[in-house]
């Protein structure tokens, strides 16, 4: 009985690994990249490439980012109220981070007074109160090597609203935030 016992424990655990096998993946398929979850990287640079439609900017207020090449856009729609949990006149305010990379030829001249945009070659600052519909900024980056990442802190009114987060030409909104994306040159 008690060998019984052993045989079916001993069954059971191959059972067990099997399955922890077929629902994780084989030992050694992790992701490279564990530091960086998945629901926060896009599956592909290709889901941010391309501008959106401005006309669809104007719908709804939030973040518009998108990329072609290595130049970077960070547009924002103001919000339009009510019904909204913001203050009066909500601000778009974060970090960009570039790592294995530089950033280059920054142009902040289609954000109004008092926003602003500050930078070192491997991060941006800024804060935008938009005055206007549409203001943003854009920027390059010049990539170190084959391949640099690029992690996005977007907020608005200091808090963290994915929802609001809209990139590439097909809008796809972001899952979570901050939004870390390598591109592959």
Known sequence: M????KISALIALLLLSAACDAILGP???ESDYPAVPQVSSLPSDQLIEGQPNLKLINISGG???WKDGNSWHVWVSRLQGPPNSFSVRPFFSGVIQVDNGVI?????TKISPPGQVHYTLRDLNYRIEPLTEIEGFNFNVRPMGSRYCIKLDLLVNNGSTPKLVHVGRSMYVVDTLPL????QQ
């Not at 280059?104 to 902040?108: G, I, L």
């Open 180 to 183: 870390t994306m390598c591109v």
């Open 104 to 108: 280059r030829d920054v142009d902040r």
């Open 27 to 29: 030992p050694g398929s």
């Open 63 to 65: 973040y518009y980012v």
């Open 2 to 5: 008690i060998k019984t016992m």
